[in-house]
């Protein structure tokens, strides 16, 4: 411990860090802005959204480069909890009328539809997609 170091100034210090800690003001106020009532911040934050979540699917495919790309996609829904239908090694059907949790990472339905469409369209480039009935289904093309 540094001069003047007490068990009190540590534990304070411990509390401040874990309070302002990592998006802390991030995720309330992405939240927000996903909320607000103009339609262009919506659309600017769910553009925004799908692009971050399409570069994260196309950085992680580069990763994980030979393995069964749908069991990573799968990996994926499960930790996050949304519900999914796997169709053999060909496709997968994804809900998409899912709920969060209220310290979900993903802050809120908005804008975890346009993360998870923009991580699948990285993840998944040479796939066909069709949405409609609160599903997305992915088909392999190949």
């Not at 975890?112 to 599903?135: I, K």
Request: glycine content about 10%; hydrophobic content about 35%; some cysteine.
């Amino acid at each position: 411990m540094g001069f003047g170091s007490s068990f009190a100034r540590d534990w304070t210090i411990s509390k401040t860090s874990r309070f302002f800690g990592k998006n802390r003001i991030a995720d309330p106020l992405l939240a927000r802005l996903a909320d607000d009532p103009s339609p262009e911040i919506r659309e600017a934050v769910t553009r925004h959204t799908y692009s971050l979540g399409r570069e994260h699917g196309a950085g992680f495919r580069e990763r994980v480069q030979g393995e069964d790309i749908l069991t990573v996609v799968e990996s994926f829904l499960i930790t996050i909890g949304v519900p999914y239908e796997r169709k053999g090694d060909s496709g997968i059907t994804i809900r998409t009328d899912f709920s969060l949790p209220a310290d979900h990472p993903l802050c809120n339905p908005r804008i975890a539809g346009a993360y998870l469409r923009g991580l699948l369209a990285g993840l998944l480039p040479d796939w066909v997609s069709d949405e409609a009935d609160g599903v997305i289904r992915y088909l392999c093309v190949k």
